[in-house]
Nanobody, 122 residues
Framework: QVQPVESGGGLVQAGDSLRLSCTDS????????MGWFRQAPGKEREFVAS????????FYSDSVKGRFTISRDNNKNMVYLDMNGLKVEDTAVYFC???????????????WGQGTQVTVSS
């Protein structure tokens, strides 16, 4: 089974950009649909973005559409979340997830990473 591991979180100012990365630490070679969730303090985890196994399909939550871009490089075993125009309300722990499809992963991810903190200051 895959084990997602995130990197790239940090402290930025509103309006800045940040890239999160995710890889399969077990290097299984299996290709899953991948995605990102986030959890802000005092709130439930919410879907952010997903990408199909070969990158031909992507989905975004309304709150990040037009600002965030999910992409993947299967040759490098990497998934990315490019976040532009960051807002204070984007502050959260961001989790990389793996699942069966870019649609099903929005509600029932199969595997979760440990998360990386993104803090956006005003």
């Amino acid at each position: 089974q895959v084990q997602p591991v995130e990197s790239g979180g940090g402290l930025v100012q509103a309006g800045d950009s940040l890239r999160l990365s995710c890889t399969d630490s077990k290097r299984t070679g299996d290709i899953y649909a991948m995605g990102w969730f986030r959890q802000a303090p005092g709130k439930e985890r919410e879907f952010v973005a997903s990408i199909s196994r070969f990158g031909d399909s992507t989905f975004y939550s309304d709150s990040v559409k037009g600002r965030f871009t999910i992409s993947r490089d299967n040759n490098k075993n990497m998934v990315y979340l490019d976040m532009n125009g960051l807002k204070v309300e984007d502050t959260a722990v961001y989790f990389c997830v793996a699942g069966g499809s870019s649609v099903s992963i929005k509600t029932v991810p199969m595997y979760w990473g440990q998360g990386t903190q993104v803090t956006v200051s005003s």
